[in-house]
């Protein structure tokens, strides 16, 4: 499976809709600071919603720091990439996959980037933008990777009000 990272997040609305996605597929994030708010600050809550309880998290304090405990495979999401993020064959990875997204000034540091740029790659945007926002890529990735693996541990039908919920408003 794989891991979320987002280096140096500033904004903490998209934190937080970054948090409930982790949730929604069961994927652990890392937040590698500084970072533009703090993690307890009520408007990161209530972006993740209810969600917050169910978030598996950890918080590091440098991408040293980062890297120093956790080793695998590091995948870069950046407008500077050269090759697409569906070019990344998810199946083929043995080891621990980290899926990292920049701060949404700067993204991630150059010297990261440039040191790895067999492993960055970019979502196709027309030039009209720099990049998309940066909960929206988190999203896109994670669930061209779940499509990939055919999406594992999720259920395919909607588990609050039941799969045949739909039924009672079938015309009659």
């Not at 405990?69 to 050269?82: D, E, M």
Request: hydrophobic fraction near 35%.
């Amino acid at each position: 499976m794989f891991d979320i990272v987002l280096y140096e997040p500033e904004i903490p609305q998209n934190t937080g809709n970054i948090m409930r996605t982790c949730v929604a597929i069961g994927a652990k994030l890392h937040l590698i600071e500084p970072m533009g708010f703090k993690i307890d600050e009520a408007k990161l809550r209530r972006s993740a919603l209810d969600y917050y309880e169910y978030l598996n998290f950890e918080v590091y304090q440098s991408y040293e720091a980062f890297t120093h405990k956790n080793p695998g495979i590091y995948v870069y999401l950046s407008r500077y990439g050269k090759k697409k993020y569906t070019d990344i064959d998810f199946k083929s990875f043995n080891d621990k996959v980290y899926l990292f997204f920049g701060k949404e000034s700067t993204g991630i540091d150059k010297h990261i980037l440039a040191n790895n740029l067999d492993q960055t790659f970019r979502i196709p945007t027309t030039d009209k933008v720099r990049s998309i926002n940066l909960s929206n890529a988190v999203a896109i990735v994670a669930y061209e990777a779940l499509r990939q693996l055919d999406f594992p541990d999720l259920i395919d039908y909607e588990p609050h009000k039941g799969k045949d919920f739909l039924d009672q408003f079938k015309d009659k």
